[in-house]
């Protein structure tokens, strides 16, 4: 079961479980797969023995869910041989325990962090490792420190780099397809403001990870998981609210004039901010239990996604971000709880907030002129959309 924070009364008793709230949050995260399915069946083209995009599309989510859960049926397979309980009720056990492991969630999210072009295998060992050793290894669900999928993101990134594609091996590449398998996260940012209208890249009329295009459909998702509380709206909003003050200033510093704040919003839709925001920063088990600590929580990884995407050659950085955070989870509650009062709170991560957005911004558009990186534009010439 989930760890939550035991907070003073009074208390009001919720009709709500974590069963029922992961379901929601389910729905959702399946909502997003639906779109990218669609999406490929209607702008994706066939490979070399005539399947169709989207049919990969399927059989990426298909593969990557049940994999997910095998683990979870191995695991618990020593409840069958219980004696204490009749076989009718061993059965329901283990079941149950399948059930309320959530592994099929994690499994599909990662399924939506990854592009359309790796191999079935590769996605079936992503999977299982994910699941294996960053869930049931740490004693099941409620006890990890790490995000399985943002694990599964990030072993697939190391191991099998070359496949991470935004079109199959061997395919022809669609209209719009990104030339060199490069999804749209390794893409300089003034190729990005310069090849994707606006409006595209808000719909997700693109390729790049299967479910990290659709910024739309994801805002809608957010918006519906913090009204039902099932996720904190903090969370995302100071995460988001960072990266795009910080990347606001710089392209006013980059000289970017009357289109700084347009292309600060395309900073923020490209990639998997929106996505990672709503869907992995709001993960209540490997994240904060307080409110303040679970906005430190995300000031910390927009640092952090800030720092890589514009300081280092790897041009995402949010998986990176969460996994960092995640490991800082136990020293932030540690810190935070019983020391400040919940009214102060709220002021004292705003203003470090504001302090800290001010000065990332302020120092990478002295120091990392934008304009250098118009040197950098020869990846594509095809992005027509």
């Known amino acids: 079961m989930i760890k939550y924070s035991i907070e003073k009364a009074p208390h009001v008793r919720s009709k709500d479980t974590t069963f029922r709230k992961m379901m929601e949050f389910l729905i959702c995260v399946a909502a997003i797969y639906l779109a990218a399915v669609i999406f490929y069946f209607v702008k ?29 049926f191995l695991f618990n397979i020593r409840m069958l041989f219980n004696k204490h309980l009749s076989p009718k009720e061993r059965w329901k056990m283990y079941f149950y325990k399948i059930g309320h492991s959530y592994s099929y969630v994690s499994g599909l999210l990662l399924v939506l962090l990854l592009p359309i072009g790796p191999e ?16 049931l290894l740490f004693g099941g669900f409620g006890s990890n420190i790490f995000n399985p999928a943002i694990f599964g993101r990030v072993f697939a990134q190391i191991c099998f780099a070359s496949d991470l594609t935004t079109y199959l091996p061997g395919a022809s ?41 659709f910024a739309f459909l994801i805002i809608i998702a957010g918006i519906y ?18 990266i795009f003050l910080a990347a606001l200033l710089v392209y006013l510093f980059g000289g970017y004039g009357a289109n700084s704040f347009e292309f600060a919003v395309r900073f923020v839709m490209q990639g998997g901010v929106l996505f990672g925001a709503v869907f992995c920063l709001t993960d209540p088990v490997t994240t904060p239990t307080s409110r303040s600590g679970r906005m430190i929580f995300a000031l910390g990884a927009a640092i952090v996604t800030l720092a890589i995407r514009l300081y280092t050659n790897n041009p995402e950085g949010v998986a990176y971000s969460i996994l ?21 709170k709220p002021a004292i991560i705003l203003g470090c907030l504001t302090v800290t957005v001010l000065a990332i911004g302020l120092s990478f558009g002295i120091t990392h002129p934008l304009t250098q990186t118009t040197a950098l534009v020869s990846v594509l010439k095809e992005v027509r959309i």
């Open 120 to 135: 079935w295998w590769e996605i079936a060992v992503t999977a299982f490792i994910s699941t294996f050793v960053m869930k």
């Open 44 to 72: 994706g083209g066939i490979n070399y023995d005539n399947v169709t995009y989207g049919m990969y599309a399927i059989q990426n989510g298909l593969i990557g869910v049940a994999f997910s859960v095998i683990p979870d």
């Open 225 to 242: 998981l913090s009204i039902r509380k099932i996720i904190d709206y903090r969370t995302s909003l100071t995460f988001v609210g960072a």
């Open 173 to 213: 590449k669609p209209n719009g397809v990104i030339s060199a398998g490069a999804s749209i996260t390794s893409m300089p940012m003034t190729e990005i403001n310069s090849n994707l209208s606006f409006f595209n890249m808000f719909l997700g009329n693109y390729y790049g990870s299967l479910g990290e295009t």
């Open 324 to 344: 960092l955070m995640n490991a800082f989870t136990p020293l932030i509650d540690k810190v935070l709880v019983g020391r400040t009062s919940e009214v102060r």
